[in-house]
Every structure is written in structure tokens, then in C-alpha cells.
């Protein structure tokens, strides 16, 4: 991982408020110049700190369907079957693995509670799978976007 000071910090996020901010708006916001902006982003998306732009959708959209956070167990020597198979599962927005109580924990969007049922189903039966957790999300309070 590079090594990121203070102009690289705040460029990313002011990039998180707003990725379609140009890089002129960048410059003033920052106190620097625009080549500075633009050589900085060029070495940001090389090294992989910036992987891409996005769109994040409204509240309203982005919570039309049901969205839950899933904790995972699995036995041992089964993580990557397991990693396999819920990776063929288009409602898996993201699968971390993590420490504590759980080996995974997934992130689910769908768009009933029936089709949420059926989901977690298919995870239980998954070869390896020992016991899942789930919490329903049911209001986004804080989102700043993605960690540095």
C-alpha cells in the first residue's frame, strides 16, 4: 500500500463527495495546482488506491428492495468451496472475510422478503456451511463511502 499524505487524503475525499468533481473544482478546493490534481490521481489509479468511479444511488432506489448482513460459519478447510459458490449468487454484494464469531460476512440485497427466505436457504445448504446470522438492514443512518 502507498503511502498517502494529507493532499492525497483530501483529494480522495473530496472524490468521495463527489467523483464527477473536474479537476480545475479539485485544484481550487485543494489550493493546488491543476497538474498537481491530475499527476496525483494518475498514481492514485496505478497503484490501485482509486480502483474506479461509481454512482452511489439515492436512499429511495438504493432501498426499494431488502438488504441484510449475513454472518457465516463455515467448516474448516471449506472456506474456498464456500467462497466459490456464494460467488455464483448475484445477490451477494460483498463477502468479507473477517475474525470474531463468524469466518464470513456477506452483504444480501433483494427484492422481497420471500426472495431474502429463499436466499438464505440456498447459503444454509451450501456444502461446508455451518451456521448463518442474519440482520435486516432497516435505515442507512451514516454511509461515507468506502474506507481509505
Known amino acids: 500500500m502507498p503511502t498517502l ?22 485544484a481550487r478546493q485543494l489550493g493546488i495546482a491543476r497538474t498537481t490534481v491530475t499527476s496525483r490521481l494518475a498514481r492514485l489509479e496505478k497503484t490501485q488506491v482509486i480502483t474506479g468511479y461509481g454512482v452511489r444511488l439515492g436512499q429511495r432506489l438504493a432501498d426499494g428492495g431488502l438488504q441484510a448482513y449475513v454472518g457465516i460459519t463455515v467448516q474448516p478447510r471449506s ?12 445477490q451477494v ?20 422478503p420471500e426472495q431474502l ?9 451450501v456444502d461446508g456451511v455451518e451456521k448463518t446470522t442474519t440482520s435486516i438492514i432497516l435505515s442507512n443512518k451514516l454511509d461515507r463511502g468506502q474506507p481509505i
Open 93 to 112: 454484494q460483498q463477502l468479507c472475510a473477517v475474525s470474531g464469531e463468524f469466518d464470513y460476512v456477506a452483504w444480501l440485497r433483494t427484492e422481497s
Open 117 to 125: 427466505d429463499q436466499l438464505l436457504d440456498q447459503i444454509g445448504s
Open 79 to 90: 472456506g474456498k468451496e464456500v467462497l466459490r459458490r456464494l460467488s455464483a449468487m448475484a
Open 5 to 26: 499524505d494529507e493532499i492525497d487524503r483530501q483529494l480522495i475525499a473530496a472524490l468521495q463527495l463527489n467523483a464527477r468533481e473536474s479537476v480545475a473544482m479539485l
